[in-house]
């Protein structure tokens, strides 16, 4: 599978009959499925499953800035801070499986 063409969200996440989380797509193709004895609880399936939606939020919002950083001569362009900028770009490129 590339990367860049990943499982479509939302995804939702729920026990199976073995007790095992499971994590599928809106296409309902299974993403993975864990042990429920391997995490002490839910918490990393939460957030495992919004990865779609948090790609999704990054890639808005590296979009809506425009110009340099903190360039104030731009309309309706937002204001983030360089540091920020650049750890959703890497958090973009992890998920996209880039360099």
């Not at 808005?60 to 540091?83: F, H, M, N, Q």
């Not at 920020?84 to 880039?98: C, V």
Request: proline residues 6%; charged residues 20%.
């Amino acid at each position: 599978m590339n990367p860049s063409n990943h499982t479509p969200g939302p995804w939702a996440f729920s026990l199976n009959h073995s007790g095992d989380y499971q994590l599928r797509g809106s296409n309902g193709h299974l993403v993975f499925q864990i042990s429920t004895g391997t995490i002490p609880d839910n918490s990393d399936a939460r957030l495992i499953a919004s990865a779609p939606e948090l790609l999704a939020a990054l890639e808005i919002i590296l979009s809506s800035t425009c110009g340099d950083v903190g360039d104030d001569g731009y309309e309706g362009c937002i204001r983030i801070e360089a540091k920020a900028l650049e750890r959703a770009r890497a958090a973009i490129s992890k998920a996209k499986g880039q360099p």
